[in-house]
């Protein structure tokens, strides 16, 4: 077959309250193509505890920011049921600026799962060449009803010094499908 139909789901609005959705297509999307590896970021613990109660059959990896702005008793709760938590400000990694703007142009969550997938490859907890489900969101610095998830992808995660080179054609292509993102 030379070509294959699927939906991409435009969220009218950014931000938190499309947390759920993304969660559930994200979901939907990995059983269809038999992907058992979910990554995504969590600011504050919301999309980590949101994640934990939608996505139960699938591995997710989370990965947040800084560790003192998630609760204990969730990093315990965590820890507990498995989910492997990295925190960016603790891992070493590169990410070009021009590549960081560029991804930002797409939406804020395309930029998300590009640092999410990365930072996960980058310590070893996301096999690289093997397609995952990255999901990331707007953020509320400087977007008041963000927060929370609002894109995923399916794609290949690379470790920095990979991701920031061009490979050959054949091989660039490491965002394999657009899930859902807002508009």
Do not use: W
């Amino acid at each position: 077959m030379l070509a294959v139909e699927k939906t991409i789901v435009y969220f009218e609005k950014a931000g938190k309250i499309n947390t759920e959705e993304t969660l559930r297509l994200a979901q939907m999307r990995a059983h269809e193509l038999g992907i058992t590896n979910i990554v995504l970021p969590s600011g504050t613990g919301y999309t980590a505890k949101k994640a934990l109660e939608i996505l139960k059959d699938l591995r997710v990896i989370v990965v947040g920011v800084r560790r003192d702005s998630f609760d204990t008793n969730l990093l315990r709760e965590l820890t507990e049921n498995g989910v492997p938590i990295l925190f960016s400000e603790e891992v070493e990694y590169t990410y070009l600026d021009q590549m960081q703007n560029a991804f930002r142009k797409l939406s804020e969550g395309v930029k998300a799962c590009m640092d999410v997938c990365m930072i996960a490859a980058e310590q070893g907890v996301l096999p690289e060449g093997e397609e995952v489900v990255a999901i990331g969101g707007t953020g509320s610095r400087s977007f008041p009803e963000g927060g929370g998830v609002d894109t995923a992808l399916v794609m290949i995660p690379r470790k920095s010094e990979a991701f920031n080179t061009l490979p050959e054609k054949r091989e660039r292509r490491d965002v394999k499908e657009i899930i859902c993102k807002p508009r």
